[in-house]
């Protein structure tokens, strides 16, 4: 009996619940590791895709100086829509003439910031700063793409505050014209010419006078009286027949329609004034009837604005007062669109443009 207590002692293994345990482990360590992958791909292909995105910006850029584009051919580069995953280059892409191809960004990708045409002078500098901004829709983030006045691209970085930089005024330089004023040239005067000589009038001539027939009055008005019956002959005893007037018939009245408006239409904030990081509008409805649902959101895929409704429900002609605030981060300047609308719908709705600098 003793040895055979010793061969059970002697033998080892593992109890369901230590099974279960280790499982549950290699499962959790399996799914971050998943996920992890997930995101470093994820990642890859949103800074891929900005990257490349960046580099034809500078082709297009170099491509301007290098043929001193004239105006009218400038190279470009341009987005589309907020939701939108392709964008146009235009410029000499090494056949000797400028033509437009059209790029796609990666699955998953899309352009966050309102539509935009950068064109680039013989200089390689734009007319105002822009921020394209990249979304990806598994990371629910943005990368942006900068592009300064002078035509200075960078990636994923809070550069080139261009809003900021305040107007330079342009001294006024007095000290290299000619400013006396000048001796005015003597005018002639009517004196110094001699008075043309005057014309003898002409002798009045003797007007003839004309002589006045005097035009003969029918007796009988011609009204062909012949006799002493009840018909004087003059034809016009006969009652003229009545013409009916016609009665214009009621048109019907059109109802008015629905018709929605937002004032102002674009707002300028900024992230580091706190003066400027919340904006309001007013939408409007007119003509309204009917209980309607007002709603704002940002169109695309992207979070880059906090929005806010002071009515959400309006019965009726009515207003709301949306408002519009900033967030931090590089990933949310640059210029978005807000459509604001009622359901049911009250005309086409209505969009703001909000424009978010440093």
Request: hydrophobic share 30%; with cysteine.
């Amino acid at each position: 009996m003793k040895a055979k207590r010793r061969r059970v002692k002697q033998q080892h293994g593992f109890t369901i619940v230590q099974m279960v345990i280790t499982i549950a482990i290699i499962a959790i360590v399996t799914t971050f590791g998943v996920l992890g992958i997930k995101n470093a791909r994820a990642e890859y292909r949103l800074q891929s895709s900005a990257r490349l995105f960046a580099t034809y910006i500078e082709k297009a850029r170099q491509d301007a100086i290098r043929r001193h584009a004239a105006s009218g051919s400038e190279s470009s580069i341009e987005s589309f829509d907020p939701g939108t995953n392709t964008y146009n280059v235009t410029m000499d892409f090494g056949s000797g003439t400028v033509d437009t191809k059209t790029f796609t960004l990666e699955s998953g990708l899309s352009f966050d910031t309102a539509a935009k045409k950068v064109s680039f002078d013989w200089r390689g500098r734009i007319t105002e700063a822009w921020v394209f901004q990249i979304h990806s829709d598994y990371l629910d983030r943005n990368m942006p793409v900068d592009v300064s006045g002078s035509g200075d691209i960078t990636v994923g970085e809070q550069h080139f505050p261009d809003q900021m930089i305040p107007a330079v005024e342009i001294s006024q330089v007095n000290g290299d014209a000619d400013t006396s004023t000048p001796t005015p040239s003597p005018s002639p005067s009517a004196s110094s010419f001699p008075s043309p000589p005057a014309d003898a009038s002409p002798s009045p001539e003797a007007s003839p006078s004309a002589t006045a027939t005097p035009t003969p009055t029918p007796g009988n008005n011609g009204n062909g009286n012949g006799g002493t019956g009840g018909n004087n002959g003059n034809g016009n005893n006969a009652t003229p027949t009545p013409t009916a007037t016609p009665v214009a018939s009621p048109s019907a009245t059109p109802i008015p329609q629905c018709v929605s408006s937002i004032s102002p239409s674009t707002l300028s904030l900024s992230q580091s004034d706190a003066t400027k990081q919340t904006g309001t509008a007013t939408f409007t409805m007119t003509n309204a009837t009917g209980v309607r649902i007002i709603s704002a959101s940002q169109v695309g895929n992207g979070n880059s604005l906090v929005i806010g409704l002071s009515q959400a429900r309006i019965e009726g002609n009515g207003s709301s007062v949306i408002s519009i605030t900033t967030k931090n981060g590089s990933g949310n300047r640059g210029t978005f669109v807000v459509n604001v609308a009622g359901t049911p719908a009250c005309g086409t709705g209505a969009q703001l443009t909000v424009s978010v600098s440093n």
